[in-house]
């Protein structure tokens, strides 16, 4: 019984948390790991896209609660993400159309691409904070839980509980099918094939015919589609704040490089790798021990490996461990 308790104390603070975030940070690491694949370059302001996408998803959201329409005990937030979704497109487009189109033609280096989005990902992060605001905004309505902690014990008899949060439980579910489409959009689809022979070959892929603008597109409008998904479900699960999409770029491409970047069964792992270790490393184990070890053993201490303050710091570590022993990452890079 008392293993039983460690164990549900370990998976309501612990696994359950780590599923959900691992699950946000793999989205995120799939439009980066895209753009790399195909367009050769990392995309520095891949988490200030999400932040756009997501403040117009928080906007949309405002208007229809305010019109009565809502999904009941589900998110409204579900129902406004396609409109953030279609203006985080157009304006990825917008940006490819003026300013990355031109340093294609030029053909110019991966480096100058990365500082030039440098440079888009600050005037995107300005866009975002004068149209949303910098204060943090909660924007999960609906219910709030789809198991509470007392159901849990009522119907399990143990001391602790196990709460399973609405944001949580859609996190997951949205996460599958957003992979499995993605998936099936770039195995079984003729646009997908072409996209995955641009990556492969660009100059073989466009003797073949390939229109090289058609898959520069395409690959925007689903790297737009990841990054309001992905921000619209980590705002959902905890709460949005332009200023942390910043901040979370360093996890989403660590995910990326540690699971070997531009393949995208690397960026799902390294998001769910990156997402444990830093729940894990930095949540206090005390209880859980206390339950696990034979009584008398229990620490006095808190069991916390770090502060919950570095915790972006934990996955900058497994990124340099990943670099120095293995730099193509877990699995193969550079390929879809």
Excluded: C
């Excluded at 405002?62 to 809502?70: D, F």
């Excluded at 440079?119 to 992060?125: I, Q």
């Excluded at 499995?180 to 003729?190: D, H, I, M």
């Excluded at 792992?269 to 034979?294: D, M, Q, R």
């Amino acid at each position: 019984m008392e293993f039983l308790n460690g164990l549900v104390f370990l998976t309501n603070f612990v696994i359950v948390p780590a599923l959900a975030y691992g699950a946000q940070l793999a989205i995120g690491a799939l439009g980066v790991t895209l753009v790399y694949a195909i367009l050769r370059f990392s995309n520095f302001a891949h988490g200030d896209t999400m932040a756009f996408g997501t403040a117009v998803t928080i906007k949309v959201t405002a208007v229809l609660v305010a019109m009565g329409i809502t999904l009941g005990p589900l998110p409204t937030a579900l129902l406004a993400m396609p409109v953030g979704i279609l203006a985080t497109g157009l304006l990825v487009l917008g940006t490819d159309w003026l300013i990355y189109k031109f340093y294609r033609q030029q053909k110019a280096k991966p480096v100058i691409l990365v500082i030039v989005s440098l440079g888009v990902m600050f005037v995107m992060n300005g866009l975002t904070r004068v149209f949303i605001g910098v204060r943090d905004i909660q924007f999960a309505d609906g219910a709030r839980f789809l198991m509470t902690v007392r159901q849990f014990k009522d119907w399990t008899g143990l001391d602790e509980g196990l709460a399973i949060k609405t944001t949580q439980a859609i996190t997951l579910v949205t996460a599958a099918i957003t992979v499995a489409a993605l998936f099936w959009f770039l195995n079984k689809t003729r646009t997908g094939k072409s996209m995955r022979a641009f990556s492969d070959n660009e100059d073989l892929a466009l003797l073949s015919g390939i229109d090289p603008d058609r898959v520069v597109r395409v690959t925007w409008l689903i790297v737009a589609a990841l990054a309001t998904i992905a921000g619209v479900l980590y705002g959902l699960d905890k709460s949005f704040k332009a200023f942390t999409y910043f901040q979370l770029l360093l996890p989403i491409f660590a995910a990326a490089i540690v699971g070997g970047i531009g393949n995208p069964v690397g960026a799902i792992a390294g998001g769910f790798l990156i997402a444990f270790a830093e729940v894990t490393v930095t949540y206090p184990l005390k209880k859980v021990l206390t339950y696990w070890l034979p009584d008398g053993m229990g620490p006095d201490g808190l069991v916390q490996l770090l502060s919950g303050d570095y915790k972006f710091a934990v996955s900058f570590m497994i990124l340099l461990i990943v670099l120095l022993f293995k730099p193509t990452g877990l699995f193969k890079g550079q390929n879809i």
